[in-house]
């Protein structure tokens, strides 16, 4: 956490502000695509290991553009319409993601996505000379798989009539992914694994998911507003153990430990692994 916390404050400026609607764009412009000529996007566009490996950089960018749900053909009005109406959702997705961590966690979350996707494509070639079209599904998966963590009790109504936590929605499409795992071969299994390593790399280093939850979030919000007012050149908080304080991070947390004799405050880090003192007889 602190290792992210520091890459934050070094390179958060450079963070893709509104992210999610760059994707919705891209994802509407995918679907007009595949509605006029879906050979378009696999033979020019699609994330290819052997393409790009034969100099066209571009799909690494362009593979983004196929839409979060496809369905019906060229030419096919309602299929394009059904296309266009599930982008808003993955755009509520996004934008929520992105309120909730930040602009900087959101676009690091991404695009360990995509290079995990890129990185599956080119392993393919490389290892087995397979040039295979890899597209975003998982990608998208990823999108929903963390929206689902942060909140696990939001109800989706499917085909706006049944309503069902999002969470069972979640671990139903992981056990299908699972189970391609599982009985796939080894490029299906390669390009599964480092499609969603985003996942597993980005909460690793972020952990405590929970601190991101709307409940969380709400909690040390109505702690900050019972603080007093800081004096100028102050700080307000000091680790007792790294001697941190709020100025190393705009994320970072202080508590004073109740097993401990004295006013003593930690951070995140050290509040659960400090060493109790102990009052002196």
């Known amino acids: 956490m602190k290792f992210?916390?520091?890459?934050?404050?070094?390179?958060?400026?450079?963070?893709?502000?509104?992210?999610?609607?760059?994707?919705?764009?891209?994802?509407?412009?995918?679907?007009?695509?595949?509605?006029?000529?879906?050979?378009?996007?696999?033979?020019?566009?699609?994330?290819?290991?052997?393409?790009?490996?034969?100099?066209?950089?571009?799909?690494?960018?362009?593979?983004?553009?196929?839409?979060?749900?496809?369905?019906?053909?060229?030419?096919?009005?309602?299929?394009?319409?059904?296309?266009?109406?599930?982008?808003?959702?993955?755009?509520?997705?996004?934008?929520?993601?992105?309120?909730?961590?930040?602009?900087?966690?959101?676009?690091?979350?991404?695009?360990?996505?995509?290079?995990?996707?890129?990185?599956?494509?080119?392993?393919?070639?490389?290892?087995?000379?397979?040039?295979?079209?890899?597209?975003?599904?998982?990608l998208n998966f990823s999108l929903f798989i963390a929206f689902a963590l942060m909140f696990p009790d939001m109800e989706f109504f499917i085909w706006g009539l049944l309503p069902v936590k999002i969470k069972y929605l979640a671990l139903a499409e992981t056990a299908i992914y699972l189970y391609q795992f599982v009985m796939g071969n080894a490029i299906t299994r390669l390009e599964i694994g480092l499609s969603l390593l985003n996942v597993l790399v980005f909460f690793v280093l972020t952990r405590k998911p929970q601190r991101f939850s709307p409940k969380e979030i709400r909690r040390r919000q109505e702690f900050k507003a019972q603080t007093k007012i800081k004096p100028a050149g102050r700080t307000r908080h000091r680790c007792a153990v790294c001697g941190r304080t709020e100025e190393d991070g705009v994320q970072m947390e202080f508590r004073y430990c109740s097993k401990c004799a004295g006013s003593y405050e930690y951070c995140q880090d050290h509040l659960y692994t400090h060493q109790h003192v102990t009052e002196k007889k």
């Open 4 to 138: 992210f916390y520091q890459l934050e404050k070094k390179f958060g400026k450079y963070a893709i502000r509104d992210l999610p609607r760059y994707i919705a764009g891209m994802y509407a412009i995918g679907a007009v695509i595949l509605f006029i000529n879906p050979s378009m996007y696999y033979v020019l566009l699609s994330l290819n290991g052997s393409a790009i490996a034969h100099g066209q950089i571009w799909r690494v960018v362009t593979f983004l553009l196929f839409p979060p749900f496809t369905i019906g053909g060229p030419g096919d009005f309602l299929g394009i319409i059904l296309n266009l109406m599930i982008i808003p959702t993955y755009y509520f997705l996004g934008s929520t993601l992105e309120r909730v961590w930040g602009s900087f966690r959101f676009t690091v979350y991404f695009l360990l996505g995509v290079i995990g996707h890129v990185a599956g494509a080119l392993a393919a070639y490389l290892l087995w000379g397979v040039g295979v079209y890899l597209l975003p599904v998982f």
